[in-house]
C-alpha cells in the first residue's frame, strides 16, 4: 500500500527527511504547505504534489496517511491540533511545541486519539548513543556534564527559549541513559530571570537512579561553540563531543574515538511509516507522549529559575 504523506515546511529542516523519502517505493508526496509559494513549488515540483499556502486547507482537502512538520515552534500554530481531529499520524521537529502549555495540551490530543506521533528527537537514532548505551549497561552513571554553549538562532532570545528550542535534546539523553529526572533546581546567569532574557543558565538535576547532572547554557557569543556531555562512571568516562557526532570512550588504560556514520532522518522515517504501516512499532520510535517527558524537565528548569527554588517533577502536570 502506498502512503500518502503530506509536508507543512518546504525549508532547509524538510530536506533530510524529503531525501528520507525519496529513497521508499512506497510513500508518495502529495501535498506540499509553506508559507513561501516558491519553496513548497520547487519541493512538490519533484514529486507532481499539490502546493498549499495553509495547513488547514491541506490537512482537509488532502486527507494524507500521515504528515510532516517542519517548521520552528513560531509558525507551527496548532497543525497538531488539526491533525489529531483529523486522525492524521504526524511526525515533527523537538521540541514539538511553542512552549509547554501547548506541548500539554497537544499530548492531551494525541493520548485521547490513541495517535501514531513523533517527535524527531535523534538521541536512540545514532549510532554512537547506542554503542554507548550497550557500554553502560545495567551500570549506574554516577555524575553527568553538559554543555550548549552557542548563540541560539535568534540573537534575541534567552537561555530559557535556548534550552526549550535547542539544548532540550540534551535532556533527552540524559533521560536515556540516566532514567527519569526527580527533580530540578536551575539558575539564571545575565538579566534578571523574570525578564526571561537571562543569557545564561545552569540546571542541576537528580534523577531518581541517584545520578546527579550539571548543564550550562549560554547564549552569549563566544570565539568556539561548544555542545557536549561527558556521563563519568567509575573506571570511565563517556565525552559526546562536536555537536554530540563524536564518542571518545576513556578508560584506564585506553581511549576509543568513534564519529557517528548513521544518518538519523532516514532511521526515524523509517521508524515512523513502519509504525503508520500498523506494524510492530520499534522501542526507538518516540511518540509525543514519551518525548513530553522531556518537554516537562525544561519547563520545570525555567520555572526553577524563575522561582528561585528546587522544582520536584511530580508537581509538574503533564
Known amino acids: 500500500m502506498t502512503l500518502r504523506i503530506a509536508f507543512y515546511g518546504a525549508g532547509d529542516q524538510a530536506r533530510p527527511y524529503l531525501e528520507a523519502l525519496a529513497r521508499r517505493p512506497e510513500v508518495e508526496i502529495h501535498a506540499v504547505c509553506d508559507l513561501d509559494r516558491r519553496a513548497a513549488e520547487q519541493v512538490a515540483a519533484g514529486w507532481g504534489a499539490q502546493v498549499f499556502l495553509s495547513y488547514e486547507a491541506m490537512l482537509q482537502e488532502i486527507q494524507p496517511d500521515a504528515l510532516w512538520v517542519c517548521v520552528p515552534p513560531p509558525l507551527q500554530g496548532d497543525v497538531l491540533l488539526r491533525a489529531a481531529d483529523l486522525r492524521i499520524p504526524f511526525f515533527i521537529d523537538p521540541p514539538g ?131 557536549e556531555l561527558e556521563l563519568l562512571g567509575e573506571g570511565w568516562t563517556l565525552t559526546f563531543a562536536e555537536g554530540l557526532s563524536t564518542l571518545r570512550v576513556a578508560e584506564h588504560d585506553k581511549t576509543t574515538i568513534l564519529r557517528s556514520l548513521s544518518i538519523s532522518a532516514e532511521e526515524q522515517t523509517g521508524d515512523f511509516l513502519q509504525a503508520i504501516r500498523g506494524e510492530s512499532p520499534t522501542p526507538r520510535l518516540r511518540s509525543y507522549l514519551d518525548a513530553l517527558q522531556t518537554l516537562s524537565v525544561c519547563h520545570a528548569a525555567v520555572l526553577s529559575a524563575q522561582e528561585g527554588h528546587a522544582v520536584e517533577m511530580d508537581s509538574v502536570i503533564l
Not at 538521541?123 to 554516577?142: K, L, W
Not at 533527552?172 to 532514567?179: E, S, T
Not at 537571562?198 to 561548544?226: N, S
Open 97 to 227: 511545541a511553542f512552549d509547554f502549555r501547548r506541548a500539554q495540551l497537544y499530548g492531551r490530543a494525541v493520548r485521547e486519539s490513541q495517535l501514531v506521533s513523533a517527535i524527531g528527537f535523534p538521541t536512540v537514532h545514532t549510532d554512537i548513543m547506542r554503542e554507548a548505551r550497550e557500554y553502560v549497561g545495567n551500570n549506574p552513571v554516577p555524575l553527568a556534564l553538559g554543555w550548549w554553549l552557542r548563540p541560539a538562532r535568534q540573537a534575541t532570545s534567552s537561555a530559557a527559549t535556548l534550552l526549550w528550542n535547542e539544548a532540550c535534546i540534551l535532556i533527552d539523553v540524559l533521560r536515556y541513559f540516566c532514567g527519569e529526572v526527580k527533580q530540578v533546581h536551575a539558575s539564571a546567569a545575565g538579566n534578571a530571570p523574570e525578564t526571561d532574557q537571562a543569557g545564561g543558565m545552569v540546571l542541576h538535576l537528580r534523577f531518581h537512579q541517584d545520578t546527579i547532572a550539571v548543564l550550562t547554557l549560554a547564549t552569549f557569543p563566544r570565539p568556539e561553540p561548544r555542545v
